[in-house]
């Protein structure tokens, strides 16, 4: 999964923000900085993740992938990863890719997701995104417009073979995720508040 480092403008709308909203805006940035926080809110809020041991790897200054570990609580009785493990992990694997663009801004919700096993997996799983530039490209463009938004793209889910130097496709994932800027979300809860009140 390559990641870029490329940020949107900051919505204006969300300068006013609260205590509390700033505290999540942190820890949002915090949980994107490195593996040891990354884990750290895992642990709190992602258990399943915690426990899989799904990390980012840096492969360049700016560019990053998500790799799940080929241990004992990932695999199955045929001592090769399980496919709940891989599937699950896909969306958390597309969710770390978002969060890296638009955690802080955005509430992120996966709308649909699709998994198809190509092969068993004998390694550790990494997951790249099909054509990562474009669609980083894509989702600064539907960032910039403060806005809600579908965002749809490709894994390509491959195992380490390191005795053959290479790594080989062992399942492919469609995923679809909801975007909604938090401006927006607390703008409908401001605007329910009124209605209630009158």
């Known amino acids: 999964m390559s990641i870029s480092t490329v940020q949107p403008q900051k919505d204006p709308s969300n300068e006013q923000s609260t205590f509390w909203e700033r505290i999540e805006s942190f820890i949002t940035r915090l949980s994107t900085k490195n593996n040891f926080w990354h884990r750290v809110c895992s642990l709190i809020w992602l258990p399943f993740a915690f426990r899989s041991g799904i990390t980012m790897r840096r492969i360049s200054s700016d560019r990053f992938t998500a790799v799940l570990p080929f241990k004992r609580s990932n695999r199955n009785f045929y001592n090769a990863t399980a496919g709940a493990a891989l599937l699950g992990n896909s969306e958390v694997a597309a969710g770390m890719y978002l969060f890296k ?29 099909r054509d990562a530039d474009e669609v980083a490209r894509e989702l600064v463009s539907l960032m910039s417009k403060h806005r809600e ?44 508040t009124s209605r209630s009140k009158n």
């Open 149 to 192: 938004f579908n965002i749809e793209f490709i894994m390509d889910i491959t195992q380490i073979l390191h005795k053959r130097g290479r790594e080989v496709r062992v399942g492919k994932c469609e995923v679809t995720f909801h975007c909604t800027a938090k401006s927006m979300i607390k703008e409908r809860g401001i605007r329910r």
């Open 101 to 129: 663009h638009c955690g802080s801004d955005y509430a992120v919700v996966c709308k649909t997701m699709t998994y198809k096993f190509l092969r068993p997996c004998y390694g550790p799983a990494v997951y790249n995104i």
